[in-house]
C-alpha cells in the first residue's frame, strides 16, 4: 500500500512539475521560473559537492554552488522540452559548465602546475603520433626526461585539477553555445543517442574516437564517473584498485584526451 501511495505520489510530482515547465515556456512566467529554480536547487548541491571533493581544501564549496545557481538557471531558461531528454542530464552538465568556467575565471591553478598539464599533454600525443599506439610511463617519463617516481608524483600533482581540465567545453561553431562536453560522448544504451543531438559530426566523430582509443582501465575510469556518476573510491571497488590508483587513471585519461584534442585544433582554448 505504502509503494503504492509512493507511486502515486511521484507521479503526481511530476505532473505538477510538467505543468510549471509548459507555464514557464509558454507565458515566462517569472513564478513558474523561480518554482522551477527551486525544485532543481538540490542538482547544484550535489554537483558543487562531487566538484569539491577533487578540488583544493582552499576552494569554497559555498562558492561552488553559488556559481552553480546560474549554471541552473541557464539550463532552465535554455532547455527545450521538445527533445524528450531528462532536465536533470542537461542541467548537470550546465551547472558544471558554470562552476568551471568561474574557477577558471579565478585561475586557482598555479601556473607551474598548468605548464606540467600542458607538457604532459603535449608528450602523450607526440609519443602517439610517433609509436601508431598509446605510450607507456616509461616511455612517458623517459621523453620528458625523468624518472618514474618523477612521472608519478607529477600526476599526483595533476590530479587535483584534471576534473577542471576534463570538463572543459568544446566550441563546435562561431556562437558562444555552440559547445558539447565530453558527456555528450558518452553511450547511453537506455536512452535515444545523444548523438542527434550534437550539430557538428566532425567534432562529435573526434571526440568519441578520443575516448575509444583511450586504455581500457582509463576509458571505463572516464565512463563511470562522467556518465554513471560514481565516486573514485567507488570505481577502485569496480576495478580492484585503491582510490588513489584511479585518481591517477583518471589524469592520464584527461591528459590524453586534451592533448589529442588539442592537436587536432578542436579544442576550445582558454588560455
Known sequence: MKEEKSKDEKEKQQSEIKKIWIEYKEKQSPEARERLILNYS???????????????????????????????????????????????????????????????????????????AKELERTYIALENKFKRVPTDEEVAEALGISMKDLNE?????????VVALEELWSIGSEKDEKVSLLDT?????????????????????????????PYREKTVIALYYYEGLTLREIGDILGVTESRVSQLHTKAVLRLRGRLRSSRFLFSVE
Do not use: C
Not at 607529477?154 to 584534471?162: D, M, N, V
Not at 553511450?187 to 582509443?213: G, Q, R
Open 42 to 116: 538540490p542538482l547544484v548541491k550535489y554537483v558543487a559537492g562531487r566538484l569539491a571533493s577533487t578540488l583544493p581544501q582552499t576552494v569554497d564549496t559555498a562558492d561552488l554552488i553559488s556559481y552553480g545557481m546560474f549554471g541552473l538557471i541557464d539550463a532552465i531558461e535554455k532547455f527545450d522540452l521538445a527533445r524528450e531528454i531528462k532536465f536533470e542530464t542537461y542541467a548537470m552538465s550546465r551547472i558544471k559548465g558554470a562552476i568551471i568556467d568561474e574557477l577558471r575565471a579565478v585561475d586557482w591553478v598555479p601556473r607551474s602546475v598548468r605548464h606540467k
Open 154 to 162: 607529477t600526476i599526483k600533482q595533476l590530479s587535483h585539477t584534471s
Open 186 to 214: 558518452i553511450e547511453d544504451t537506455t536512452s535515444k543517442d545523444p548523438y542527434e543531438f550534437l550539430e557538428n559530426s566532425e567534432v562529435k566523430k573526434m571526440l568519441a574516437e578520443a575516448i575509444e582509443n583511450l
